[in-house]
């Protein structure tokens, strides 16, 4: 054996490369069904970074680093492959921009860790997979499950410990995520991956038809390909035609305005029109459930996004004519916005009332009755922000209903079929709030 520098890297490089490769196979082999994704997950040597890194279409590795951990835990190499490989099927990268960024690298990285336990395969296991999946046990029970999302969701509301991040850090991290905020570069799009996940979902189920070991895939499968909503194209729905006093361009022919200035002097042949049709919310009800079950500072971070959502789209006219009704199981408040200072008074010295039991009916009665009174020009629709669980009424409204939820709650009651159904991730609350 040689002892020149060059040679030593090239014999490094040569056995981190057969240890990946060899990784590589020990997975294929335990899980077909992961052959697609295995062969788009880029591998490369990339040397002296002194740790693994993961863009969210390659991972990165430090040979010399590599086989320091191979040489401590045989089976590292196909972890750090099959973690990495569960980042890109999870598209986790695809999301960090959205999040609290340490929250978020964290609440991955224990997701995939506790898919990797749920496998049991023998070519990933650790040393430190008894105190790791103990921990897991307790974190499941606090946060109500073990996807991403549902730990992301559970450490906003009680952060971790500067000790207890540290411990998570060291039980499961194994790839440095810097490169997520560079989603643009990336070969494979989030809608490649999506179409692989959906793909490993469907090969997923014949695979642990009689298996207890793929749960915690699955429920992150379900949690990533789940459908998510573009609440700011939704509420464009909820917009009537109006009449909005500004110079309409695209309407204005400017060579028979400049002719005749040229001709008769100061004197156009026509003039803009002062008026054009805009997309404006004018008539609207946004209903708020104030019942025990919705935590007050959700409905805040609704209402915020609701509003920054329409300043944005220039949604408002200089008056509207919008209602803010707080129901439990009666009306509690309805308070009427005409204009953005009354909103902006609103959402900065409104109080939430109720928390009782949950009704949807006397919302809908409510309505009707501010109609007969001539409360509303051309009432649009109605937003019920709510977690799902109250009495539904039986007759179907002559204006659009849009009842909104925070998470999937499979437990909660159906909406009616003349509603609509959308569901609002928290986290996606926090943008706006």
């Known amino acids: 054996m040689t002892t020149d520098g060059t040679d030593r890297q090239t014999q490094i490089r040569g056995l981190a490369a057969e240890v990946m490769r060899l990784a590589h196979d020990g997975i294929l082999v335990n899980m077909r069904f992961l052959d697609v994704a295995l062969s788009r997950l880029q591998v490369v040597c990339r040397e002296g970074t002194g740790a693994q890194l993961f863009d969210g279409a390659a991972l990165y590795y430090d040979p010399a680093l590599l086989l320091a951990y191979y040489q401590r835990e045989p089976h590292y190499a196909a972890r750090l492959y099959l973690h990495t490989l569960l ?213 805040q971070s609704f209402l915020q996004k609701t509003y920054n959502i329409m300043q944005a789209q220039e949604h408002f006219f200089s008056k509207i004519n919008v209602h803010i009704i707080q129901c439990d199981s009666e009306v509690r408040q309805d308070i009427r916005i005409t204009d953005r200072r009354e909103f902006d008074a609103f959402l900065l010295n409104g109080k939430l009332t109720g928390f009782g039991s949950t009704d949807f009916r006397p919302v809908f009665d409510h309505v009707e009755k501010l109609r007969a009174d001539g409360e509303f020009d051309n009432l649009k629709g109605l937003i019920y922000f709510t977690d799902g669980y109250g009495v539904y009424p039986e007759r179907m409204p002559d204006y659009d209903v849009a009842f909104v939820f925070v998470g999937e709650d499979e437990n909660a009651p159906k909406v009616p079929p003349w509603a609509i159904r959308i569901v609002l991730e928290e986290e996606s609350l926090e943008e706006h709030s």
């Open 87 to 299: 980042h890109c099927i999870f598209y986790h990268g695809f999301a960090a921009d959205r999040m609290n960024r340490p929250c978020w690298d964290m609440a991955t990285d224990i997701a995939v860790e506790n898919v990797i336990l749920d496998m049991g395969l023998p070519v990933t296991g650790l040393s430190s997979d008894d105190e790791l999946r103990g921990r897991l046990e307790v974190l499941a029970k606090q946060a109500g499950g073990l996807t991403a999302e549902k730990i992301y969701r559970h450490f906003r509301i009680e952060e971790p410990s500067e000790k207890a991040a540290k411990m998570w850090h060291k039980l499961c991290h194994y790839d440095e995520h810097i490169y997520w905020d560079r989603q643009e570069e990336l070969e494979l799009s989030q809608a490649e991956w999506r179409k692989l996940s959906e793909r490993i979902k469907a090969d997923l189920k014949s695979f642990s038809r009689d298996r207890n070991d793929a749960a915690g895939m699955e429920q992150n499968l379900k949690e990533a390909t789940r459908e998510r909503y573009d609440y700011g194209s939704f509420l464009k729905k909820f917009m009537v035609m109006g009449e909005s006093i500004q110079i309409n361009d695209d309407e204005f022919d400017y060579i028979y305005y400049t002719y005749g200035l040229d001709t008769y002097g100061n004197m156009p042949l026509i003039e803009p029109l002062e008026y054009k049709d805009a997309n404006k919310i004018r008539d609207f009800v946004i209903a708020l459930d104030t019942s025990a079950s919705c935590r007050g500072h959700i409905v």
